[in-house]
């Protein structure tokens, strides 16, 4: 028998696949490797021309990016519907996981949100590593803009340019 050579280079498989069972809004992720369901995620286009997550869970396996999966997953769905990636959700403590707020998870993301005050917590935690209160923090409604990250970007770009410049 002879070795054929395939057309196409050899692709590796994944780690994590998204699955969307009978066009739902409702999105599950499972391992490829074991078929272990890692966490869901329910999402869908809302008025305010976005994408809202009303719900996203890992179960066992954090910290592996799973989380961040979803969340490009999500952005690439508002791109699809024309929204341009932007993105939306209300930031809580989940009963399933009372002790870990999703708050700095989503601030670390790039999601920001009207609430100044809050903001500015959420950011002393990230900047000293330690987890928020659970019992003291609230709900918050956090927005995903793109425009507003590149407009931070290129406003730092300016300052970098204007540095080298005086030198």
Known sequence: MKNFNLPFPKQKIPQSL??????SDSYRMFNTKNGNLIGEM?????VKQDVFIDRLLIYKDRRNGYGKNFLNFAK???KNFGFEGRMSVCAGTLAEDPFNPPHIFYRKYGFTSDNKKLLKMI???MNKNKQLNYRTMPDLMMYYDPELKIK???SLWQKIKNIFKNI
């Open 76 to 78: 690439n769905m508002s």
């Open 123 to 125: 950011d002393q935690h």
């Open 42 to 46: 329910v999402a869908y286009p809302s």
């Open 152 to 154: 931070n970007t290129k």
């Open 18 to 23: 998204i699955f969307n069972p009978r066009g």
